[in-house]
């Protein structure tokens, strides 16, 4: 997996985080595990 994906999916966690914390207040690894699970079911569910 390129480095730029994981980039920027950490850049992502961390929106996320800065949005869900006064909701409720979740590290930026577990939401960067969330988002990177469902990257990668992505990228299985696509046809070649």
């Known amino acids: 997996m390129p480095l730029s994906i994981l980039a920027e999916q950490l ?5 996320w985080r ?3 914390y006064p909701l409720r207040p979740a590290g930026r690894f577990d939401l960067f595990g ?3 699970a469902g990257y990668l079911l992505a990228e299985r569910g696509k046809p070649r």
């Open 18 to 20: 800065q949005l869900l």
């Open 34 to 36: 969330t988002i990177m």
């Open 11 to 15: 850049v992502r966690a961390w929106n």
